[in-house]
Nanobody
Framework: QVQLVESGGGLVQTGGSLRLSCAAS????????MGWYRQAPGKQRELVAD???????NVADSVKGRFTVSRDNAKNTVTLQMNSLKSEDTAVYYC?????????????WGQGTQVTVSS
């Protein structure tokens, strides 16, 4: 059983910062890509940022220059540092990992953490 546990969401004012963390646990052989998605009310889930095991990142244009994704391969954790937050960043943020475990390859999602940016 592979699980992703997220932490760090909450309420922040416009221009503030939050840091989201996600830890993967279980019978993991390896994780290729880890990252963060978000879903605002009435909208589709969208990629925020992800990072490969080699450190290559893919960041959405809407958050470039404000959000930074990083990863600790040894601990199977991924972090999203969010600065200069805007009201449009309000959403449920989901951690995602592309996992190789028990001879299988699959995507695992966290339970989601709410980020609310108030003006």
């Amino acid at each position: 059983q592979v699980q992703l546990v997220e932490s760090g969401g909450g309420l922040v004012q416009t221009g503030g910062s939050l840091r989201l963390s996600c830890a993967a646990s279980g019978s993991i052989r390896s994780i290729s890509t880890m990252g963060w998605y978000r879903q605002a009310p009435g909208k589709q889930r969208e990629l925020v940022a992800d990072i490969t095991g080699g450190g290559r990142t893919n960041v959405a244009d809407s958050v470039k220059g404000r959000f930074t994704v990083s990863r600790d391969n040894a601990k199977n954790t991924v972090t999203l540092q969010m600065n200069s937050l805007k009201s449009e960043d309000t959403a449920v943020y989901y951690c995602n990992a592309h996992v190789q475990a028990l001879g299988l390859t699959f995507d695992r999602w966290g339970q989601g953490t709410q980020v609310t940016v108030s003006s």
